[in-house]
């Protein structure tokens, strides 16, 4: 709809030509989330794939630890379709109920394989403290070569979400869970040639150990950047001071106040803020320029600007935010 206003000085206007009351709003829509659909398929079928042929070589050889290994390796293809799931649902269109759509549905499967990454690293522990007192004997070589191929199928995997793992914490979450498993099916590899090399049964569980370690020290990260999204945190790319400063700095403006920054999935984010300019409205180019300018500064892909004259109508809530 259309519906431009005359200009005023003391009227607020919407950034796209519309006028609605104190509100001023811009879209930039050009950091949206990648679409991974295709390296989720092919990540989803390469170890569901891998685990059919661990099971099989586990009833065959009688071999536990390949059955065992087979389970975790499910928790992969889980974390997989969690990751899909999340990234597919945020691109939902919005609706009456959910305004910005389901974007938000991909800080929660980030969230979610920060968890299950947590759990599948206890079960790990517990099996690893348990086979210190009782150290099961080694399957040999078929336990080294299927682990073998589990590297191979989880590296690959892996590389398919290695550059959007950079910028999207979601992707992150599925990058993390193939390259801990590849990790984990290296010390498999590494731990079984020792053993079979010296005898020594206790190389296994510290080895498994040492993998609990750097899994944790991987996932620590995603757990805290995931939760922190969860609550509406500031997205750790973007600086709020110079976001406010940038504000402040803008012609006109007197002050800034209830400065609200928040993602609205794990690739976009929106910002909030009350300018006080005495002046009066500088109009709906100012606004379409202030838009502009944080999404390309700072990739804020959604602003919401309310102009205000300084004359006591201003929020009082407590916080850095809001002063």
């Known amino acids: 709809m259309s519906n431009a206003a005359p200009h005023h ?82 691109t939902r269109p919005a609706s009456k109920r959910f305004t910005y759509g389901l974007r938000g549905s991909s800080i929660l499967a980030a969230l979610g394989n920060a968890l299950l990454l947590l759990v599948a690293v206890g079960a790990i522990a517990w099996e690893a403290v348990g086979r210190f007192s009782a150290p099961p004997p080694v399957a040999g070589g078929t336990v080294m070569a299927v682990a073998a191929v ?84 500031v997205p750790a790319r973007i600086d709020p001071d110079a976001v406010r400063q940038a504000l402040v700095e803008l012609p006109g403006v007197a002050r800034v106040h209830d400065l609200h920054i928040w993602p609205m999935s794990t690739t976009e984010a929106a910002l909030t803020a009350h300018l006080v300019m005495p002046g009066g409205h500088p109009g709906d180019g100012f606004l379409a320029d202030l838009a502009h300018r944080l999404a390309h500064d700072f990739r804020i892909d959604h602003t919401t600007v309310q102009i205000e004259l300084g004359e006591g109508a201003e929020c009082r809530l407590h916080g850095p935010a809001h002063v």
Do not use: C
């Not at 519309?18 to 295709?38: E, I, M, T």
């Not at 390796?73 to 945020?90: H, I, M, Q, T, Y």
């Open 150 to 233: 589990g590297i191979a199928v989880n590296l690959a995997t892996a590389l398919l979400f290695v550059r959007g793992s950079k910028d999207d914490i979601n992707i992150r979450g599925a990058y993390l869970h193939m390259a801990a498993d590849a990790v984990v099916s290296a010390g498999v590899v590494i731990g079984g040639g020792l053993i079979l090399w010296t005898g020594a049964g206790w190389i296994d569980p510290a080895i498994s150990l040492v993998v609990v370690a750097v899994i944790l020290w991987s996932t620590w990260g995603l757990l805290r950047e995931s939760l922190t999204m969860a609550l509406a945190a």
């Open 9 to 90: 000085p003391h009227g607020h206007n919407h950034g796209h030509g519309h006028s609605h009351g104190q509100h001023a709003h811009g879209h930039g829509h050009a950091h949206g989330p990648v679409d991974y659909g295709r390296a989720f398929a092919l990540g989803t079928a390469l170890n569901l794939a891998f685990v059919a042929v661990e099971g099989t070589a586990g009833l065959l050889t009688d071999s536990m630890a390949l059955l065992a290994d087979a389970g975790h390796n499910l928790s992969d293809v889980l974390g997989l379709l969690l990751a899909w799931g999340g990234a597919k649902l945020a």
